[in-house]
């Protein structure tokens, strides 16, 4: 049956199959108790989680198709060719599969994709117990464009027919829409969401200057857009780098699929392509509506957007 569908929506039923899996071995680590903790940079944290849930989501949709460039967050460590196999997921999911696919995606060859693998969004948070912040994150760009995304909670606790579910996937496609939660519409005062574990300065003053109700402080992008889609924020405000092309292309597909924006602090669109640089050096200033991403972005002064430009 999958052999007629197209490409995009193979991939994007392939990535919210191994995006569970990737949210196991997170859940795995985490209970074996044994987190491995690499300091990469400076407040930049990875985990055997990280690793191993990357290998899982690189070797399985490498697997199914092997001519796209998938770039992931960690540095591809080593693997025994066992361990590999033993984590490769080859399904896809059904409801995803019967998605009519959008015209503008129907002939997209794998030579024009390129999906970005944030196999653990939220490190910080997993090694100081903020479980509910993690996400499982995996973007599908086409020319340069974050066209479908899958957010995966792991720790995310549900009641389905009275059974206790751990984990729930989030998907966005482009011009489909979205699923795997409840939109709500955006709070009714202004409630900014930002960093937990990466503030500084020039991120305070830009909180500042909104004039907001609430700051919410949590981690991870992928769990602060999910606060935008699910009415607990009205605006994510980062204006820093940190932030990289495997925090947002899965976010931002998922935001834009459900009619949000996502952009730099100056409002640019930022691009996915195979040779953009990682860093997203101008932060991040997302919203639910193209309304309040508009507002947001008039009451950030010029003076910090030159700030952030000439970085
Ligand atoms: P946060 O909102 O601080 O949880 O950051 C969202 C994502 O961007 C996480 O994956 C962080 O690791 C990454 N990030 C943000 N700021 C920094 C930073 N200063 N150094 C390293 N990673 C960062
Ligand atoms: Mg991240
Ligand atoms: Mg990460």
């Known amino acids: 049956m ?14 919210v199959s191994v995006a569970g899996r990737a949210g196991k071995i997170v859940r795995d680590v985490m209970s074996k108790g044994e ?23 690189i070797a399985s949709l490498s697997a199914q198709f092997p001519k796209v460039n998938i770039i992931g967050e960690e540095e591809q460590c080593q693997s025994s060719e066992e361990e590999v196999t033993d ?12 998605l009519d696919c959008p015209a503008s995606l129907k002939s997209v060859k794998e030579e024009d994709i390129v ?30 464009q974050p066209v479908a995304g899958v957010i995966h909670q792991p720790y995310y606790r549900s009641l389905v027919a009275g059974e206790k579910i751990l984990g729930r996937t989030i998907w966005g496609l482009q011009e489909v829409g979205v699923g795997g939660f409840t939109p709500a519409p955006p709070p009714d005062s202004l409630v900014i969401t930002t960093t937990r574990s990466h503030s500084n300065p020039v991120v305070e003053k830009a909180l500042q200057v909104m004039n907001a109700s609430q ?6 992008a992928g769990y602060k857009v999910l606060q935008l889609l699910e009415g607990a924020a ?6 820093s780098a940190g932030c990289k092309k495997w925090d947002t292309c899965a976010p931002e597909a998922v935001l834009r699929a459900a009619g949000g924006r996502l952009t730099d602090i100056l409002g640019n669109c930022y691009k996915y392509g195979p040779e953009v640089g990682h860093p997203n050096a101008t932060g991040v200033l997302a919203a639910a509506t193209a309304e309040l ?3 947001a972005l008039s009451k950030i002064p010029q003076e910090l957007k030159d700030k952030l430009a000439c970085k």
């Open 293 to 295: 991403h508009a507002f």
């Open 215 to 220: 700051i919410l402080r949590v981690g991870g």
């Open 115 to 144: 999906v970005w693998v944030d196999p653990l969004d939220g490190t910080s948070e997993y090694t100081q117990g903020f479980l509910e912040h993690v996400t499982v994150l995996i973007g599908i760009s086409v020319n340069e």
């Open 234 to 239: 009205s605006v994510y405000v980062f204006a």
């Open 87 to 98: 984590s490769i997921v080859l399904e896809a999911d059904k409801e995803i599969l019967r």
């Open 35 to 57: 987190l491995g903790i690499v300091e990469k940079a400076k407040d930049d944290y990875q985990t055997e989680a990280d690793r191993s849930a990357q290998k899982c989501i």
């Open 2 to 15: 999958s052999a007629n569908v197209p490409l995009v929506v193979r991939l994007l039923a392939s990535s």
